[in-house]
């Protein structure tokens, strides 16, 4: 059974930076796409970012320029560097597998970002 373990989240200031990162256990993850998901207050939780096997990316268009996807194949690792952060991207941040209208793996606990205007 595959875990994710998503950490790094907090509070800070608009335009302050965080780094987020997700740990999976239980199974390699450079064999899948993952991804970045944004549950902000009252809304529902939405794909921010993705990775491919090769490393192609793909961001909302809220975030392009801002945030960076990337992820560590040997430490099963993957990482989301949000930069210039407005209050919007408040929320709780998960990481999962995307495929068509559902997700491969069981949700984790999901990492807090709150920023501050």
């Known amino acids: 059974q595959v875990q994710l373990v998503e950490s790094g989240g907090g509070l800070v200031q608009a335009g302050g930076s965080l780094r987020l990162s997700c740990a999976a256990s239980?199974?390699?993850?450079?064999?899948?796409?993952m991804g970045w998901f944004r549950q902000a207050p009252g809304k529902q939780r939405e794909l921010v970012a993705q990775?491919?096997?090769?490393?192609?990316?793909w961001y909302i268009d809220s975030v392009k320029g801002r945030f960076t996807i990337s992820r560590d194949n040997a430490k099963n690792t993957v990482y989301l560097q949000m930069n210039s952060l407005k209050s919007e991207d408040t929320g709780l941040y998960y990481c999962?597998?995307?495929?068509?209208?559902?997700?491969?793996?069981?949700w984790g606990q999901g990492t807090q970002v709150t920023v501050s205007s």
């Open positions: 990775i491919n096997r090769a490393g192609d990316t």
């Open positions: 239980g199974r390699i993850l450079n064999i899948d796409d």
């Open positions: 999962n597998a995307p495929v068509v209208g559902r997700v491969l793996y069981p």
